[in-house]
């Protein structure tokens, strides 16, 4: 399955005639399926990658949760299945790496000098749209599953994880949960200090923020969750219309009305123990665009960069899709904060190309250096009738922090991984008839030599047709990370 992308590049330039060339000959790096060949509905996939050996997870969604691990820098992948006595969950899956294991010999389920995996989907059974956390000590042969790491009345939606690892023990990661519900739609974290053993109540972010909770009430889309590596501090992501617009529609979750502010809120680590383990929550606006403007498409993310210093904090970094330029033009816009997410530069586009640009995904590396992964197509409107060719980029920057940064850009993906329209509207997309095939969300993290590991995905060009998951290591541009080792890129503990 593996192809390499130089190869692929030189034969697909004669088929696909949107792709220049000589942006074909910038690709570097390789591209691998993740999924097994049996599964032809994997979606929504993220990826995590443990930077003390090179390790890679995959987790995605396909009638359930799966899990794959590679051990030579993506270029095959072992699967690892969940085994969950109350079968299938429903999915919206996340991935993580926490801190070493637990265990100073082997045990039937734990792996000394591993790291432990953390994986949040939504949950069917036994408490239906509830979230499941399963976490693995032996990388991914085994899975213990918290049933009930994050609960709410009203039901849960899109959960994400964000874990600050211990360096002494997993036991002592401390574990962070964030979604909305599905009646009010405020934004809410549950926090783990012991390694996702137990949750503390979910904290409602908005609560705690009058402004954040008159602008956002009862229309939000949760995007995002993060945590600055030297700080342990928390923060987390959503994007919302306006007050008049929320409730005006009558907080209508089907994202009629154009979501046009884009949220921040920051909070100081989780305090306290087992069930009483709390956050505490500050929150800003990054940018309003106004009511004609629609931030929605899909989702809005975060990263924070690494100071290198302990204790100090880093750069907060924020990226969403908006038509800022046009109705029908959907750039990709970033904005920066140096002090904890109370002030946001403007926002500058991302994208050197034309067209429509959705799923933005960030991560970063030392400060400064983001990197970024969205998918494109030449059209501005594009439809299923046209069948509208769709392909990976990716870009990065190196100043991140400036207000003009610099980009560069090039193709991630070796062609078209998609045909046709994308439907933003979330499973109300059955209604509107829209194109959904894709799911909402794509990934991407930076790996221990400072390269981006990306994964999407991938229906190649057939209309309608099936879906798998692909990954890809991207070299060619600049390490995210300074003094990383440029030889440990796309590799893992078993070698290339």
């Not at 074909?24 to 993220?46: C, M, R, W, Y």
């Not at 929150?283 to 929605?296: E, L, Q, R, S, Y």
């Not at 541009?477 to 440029?486: E, N």
Request: include cysteine; charged fraction near 15%; aromatic fraction near 8%.
């Amino acid at each position: 399955m593996r192809r390499s992308l130089a190869t692929l590049g030189a034969a697909l330039a004669l088929t696909v005639s949107f792709f220049a060339a000589a942006a074909l000959a910038d690709i570097s790096g390789f591209i691998e399926k993740v999924s097994p060949d049996a599964e032809t509905n994997a979606t929504e996939p993220s990826v995590t990658v443990d930077r003390s050996d090179g390790t890679i997870y995959v987790a995605w969604q396909a009638s359930g949760t799966h899990v794959a691990r590679s051990d030579n820098g993506g270029r095959s992948f072992v699967q690892t299945p969940i085994a969950d006595p109350f079968g299938n969950d429903i999915g919206d899956v996340h991935v993580r790496v926490g801190g070493p294991t637990p265990c100073a010999s082997p045990t039937s389920t734990c792996l000394p000098r591993a790291h432990r995996v953390y994986v949040t989907s939504l949950e069917r059974l036994p408490l239906v749209l509830q979230t499941h956390l399963a976490r693995s000590d032996d990388r991914g042969a085994h899975w213990t599953v918290n049933q009930i790491a994050a609960t709410n009345p009203s039901f849960i939606d899109r959960p994400w994880l964000a874990v600050f690892p211990s360096k002494s023990s997993a036991s002592q990661d401390q574990v962070y949960i964030s979604y909305h519900d599905f009646s009010a739609s405020q934004i809410n974290v549950a926090a783990s200090n012991d390694g996702g053993t137990t949750f503390g109540p979910s904290v409602d972010v908005l609560a705690q923020n009058h402004i954040a909770f008159a602008n956002s009430f009862c229309n939000t889309i949760p995007s995002d969750i993060e945590v600055d590596s030297e700080t342990g501090e928390v923060y987390v992501q959503w994007i919302t219309a306006d007050p008049v617009q929320n409730v005006g529609m009558g907080c209508n979750i089907t994202q009629i009305e154009n979501f046009h502010q884009v949220w921040v809120a920051h909070s100081k680590p989780a305090i306290g123990t087992g069930i009483a383990t709390v956050t505490s929550w500050d929150a800003h606006m990054v940018f309003d665009g106004g009511p004609n403007t629609n931030t929605d498409d899909i989702f809005a993310t975060l990263a924070v960069d690494d100071s290198g210093q302990s204790g100090v904090a880093g750069n907060v970094y924020s990226v969403f899709a908006d038509n800022l330029k046009g109705p029908s033009v959907f750039d990709i816009w970033f904005s920066h904060s140096s002090n904890k997410a109370v002030n946001w530069s403007p926002p500058v586009k991302v994208n050197s190309d034309k067209g429509t640009h959705f799923f933005p995904w960030i991560a970063a590396g030392s400060t400064g250096r983001v990197d970024f992964v969205w998918l494109t197509t030449p059209d501005y409107t594009p439809t299923d009738a046209e069948q509208s060719p769709w392909s990976v980029t990716f870009a990065q920057t190196m100043n991140g922090t400036a207000l003009a940064p610099k980009f560069s850009q090039t193709p991630a993906s070796s062609g078209v991984m998609h045909v046709g329209g994308i439907c933003t509207n979330g499973i109300f997309c059955s209604v509107s008839g829209g194109n959904r095939d894709l799911a909402d969300s794509i990934s991407i993290v930076v790996d221990r030599g400072g390269s981006a590991a990306l994964v999407w995905t991938d229906q190649g060009s057939v209309l309608n047709g099936p879906t798998h998951i692909t990954y890809s290591c991207v070299t060619a541009q600049q390490s995210a990370i300074v003094g990383a080792q440029p030889g440990t890129s796309c590799k893992g503990p078993a070698g290339p």
